[in-house]
């Protein structure tokens, strides 16, 4: 329970008791307020020369007018304290909006970083595989190019035992034109002109065998493209 104080000041020369449950130091700005408005007042011209009754009456009118003007000033304070308390609402609603869309931009961030994540995994996979893949085709290509290496010398061989048989066949053939060179010139003319078919086959085999060549040098430059 609030406890009842009392306290002596001095007003327009007088000593007065002023008694409450505020505190001595309140009571004293009390009387310093009245005797700053009783000084004021004093130095109005006329003022000393009004009756007690008027000089009263003259005083309560300033503490009514500073009354309502400390009233009016404490309405204009509560009506910028409402503002300000509207305005800190409105930031708080902001701040906490702010506050929502930076946990959905760390939200999303996070989810980007997961897939970043999963993108880099899975294109280290593809960078494996496509070594892998590259591994084999070198491996399919080196196998290619030793089959043609041996295709090549299997065909060369082929070409030069031909060439060979070719060489014995075209000598014997002479021989024997050498022989019969007088009384068999159309024979001669027949054995020419087989030798003719012959180095024609030999030609159309090596073509043959050329494009073939040319055929498996195409698919290894389409292998290692």
């Not at 906490?96 to 939200?107: G, P, S, V």
């Amino acid at each position: 329970m609030a406890v009842k104080n009392t306290a002596q000041v001095v007003i327009g020369g007088k000593i007065i008791t002023l008694g409450g449950f505020e505190s001595e130091e309140y009571f004293q700005k009390v009387a310093s307020y009245m005797n700053n408005k009783i000084g004021e007042l004093s130095e109005t011209p006329g003022y000393s020369r009004q009756p007690m009754e008027t000089k009263h009456m003259l005083l309560s009118l300033n503490i009514t007018d500073d009354y309502f003007k400390a009233k009016r000033q404490a309405e204009v304070f509560e009506q910028d304290l409402q503002q300000k308390d509207q305005e800190m609402y409105e930031l708080k609603h902001e701040l906490i909006a702010l506050r929502m869309q930076i946990e959905d931009a760390q939200k999303k961030e996070q989810e980007l970083q997961e897939q970043k994540k999963t993108h880099e995994e899975k294109i280290k996979e593809l960078e494996q595989e496509l070594q892998e893949q590259k591994k084999i085709q070198e491996e399919k290509v080196k196998e290619l190019e030793q089959e043609l290496q041996e295709q090549k010398k299997a065909d060369e061989e082929k070409i030069r035992e031909l060439e060979q048989e070719l060489q014995e066949q075209k000598k014997t053939h002479e021989e024997k034109i050498k022989e019969q060179v007088q009384g068999l010139q159309e024979q001669k003319k027949a054995d020419e002109e087989k030798i003719r078919e012959l180095e024609q086959e030999l030609q159309e085999q090596k073509k043959a065998h050329e494009e073939k060549i040319n055929e498996l040098e195409q698919e290894l430059d389409e292998l290692l493209k």
